[in-house]
């Protein structure tokens, strides 16, 4: 058993939860979602989808030029492409990250320190979704805030932004809490971890650039749901617009926990859960669960051929050298 890799667990753990939820609904009634949809309705979530590659695009150069750079946008926009498809096609819900920080080590200063504005665009789209999904709650009927697990997300979340903005905002605790453990024996990790505080100072010193990140945020997350509402209408599913705005954000959050192969198996339960719920048929949540997540993987391909392109340009570089 000491043998089985985290892959391995996660791989089985989706295949099985998929394999279990595809054999206790009627495949017909799944079909028939896609068969008699509004195929026109797929064109506004692929243009969504752009859009959102776009300006997530845009707030990754805002918080690396925080650092004092003046990143390409045109080369980010490739090289967020490429993250997308690695982190659609790796084992992992963060591969895209460790993609995006290894190509803008450079303009970030230290590989370090890339992997913090990395991390730094992650948890910004996590408080920009708890804004949207927080409101959609507390203003929601008693179906909405019945949701599973809606209570319990939101009142944790609350604390932990709490805490992480309180150690954002005093540098001061993080240096004794570093300090108080012991890491100064440790150079390796003394260093990385100084490396992180010094661009975590960049952005406190940068306030406008936080701003404009959490603004791109908010709207980037609305894009999201909104891309996922779209695909409910494309498969004539009478999903609630503010059910939506809850439902989607809670699924988001949930599925990023490293338990499965990128969320697959899980994300569809949850979806199940939560359309039983609110009085629409599981058959409909695989339907729009599957749908969403398979476009979104196929215009992440897109990825392959930006890196495929790269490479080849690398080898004719290369062999032009060589002549």
């Known amino acids: 058993m000491k043998h089985i890799s985290p892959f391995a667990i996660k791989l089985v753990l989706s295949a099985g939860l998929l394999v279990y939820l ?3 609904v009627d495949l ?3 079909f028939r979602h896609l068969a008699e949809g509004e195929h026109g309705l797929f064109a506004i979530a692929i243009v969504v989808y752009a859009v959102v590659v776009v300006l997530s695009t845009v707030r990754w150069k805002v918080l690396l030029d925080a650092l004092g750079g003046a990143a390409n946008l045109r080369a980010l926009v490739d090289s967020y492409l490429v993250s997308a498809f690695f982190a659609n096609f790796l084992p992992s819900n963060v591969g895209g990250d460790v993609v995006r920080a290894r ?7 230290s590989h370090t320190a890339s992997l913090t504005v990395a991390a730094m665009d992650r948890v910004v789209g996590f408080v920009a979704l708890y804004f949207i999904a927080a409101p959609a709650f507390l203003l929601g009927g008693p179906l909405v805030r019945g949701l599973a697990g809606a209570r319990v997300i939101l009142a944790g979340l609350t604390v ?4 992480l903005g309180i150690l954002f905002a005093r540098p001061a605790l993080v240096s004794g809490l570093i300090e108080g453990l012991g890491l100064r024996r440790f150079p390796w990790l003394f260093d990385r971890l100084a490396s992180v505080q010094s661009t975590l100072g960049a952005f406190r010193a940068n306030r406008q650039a936080m701003v404009n990140s959490f603004l791109l945020s908010l709207v980037l997350q609305f894009l999201g749901v909104s891309y996922f509402f779209v695909v409910a209408r494309a498969l004539r599913i009478p999903l609630d617009p503010g059910t939506c705005l809850l439902m989607v954000p809670l699924c988001t959050l949930i599925q990023a926990l490293p338990i499965s192969f990128n969320g697959w198996g899980v ?4 979806y199940v859960v939560y359309f039983r719920q609110v009085g629409l048929p599981k058959e409909s949540a695989l339907a729009f669960s599957i749908v969403a997540a398979a476009l979104a993987v196929l215009l992440s391909l897109s990825g392959l051929f930006v890196w ?3 490479r080849s340009h690398a080898h004719d570089a290369t062999d032009a050298s060589r002549s």
Do not use: D
């Not at 190509?103 to 200063?109: F, I, L, N, P, Q």
């Open 308 to 310: 495929l392109a790269r």
């Open 103 to 109: 190509e803008t080590a450079r303009e970030a200063g």
């Open 267 to 270: 994300r569809e339960g949850v």
């Open 28 to 30: 017909a009634a799944v």
């Open 160 to 163: 932990l932004f709490l805490i």
């Open 22 to 24: 595809l054999q206790s």
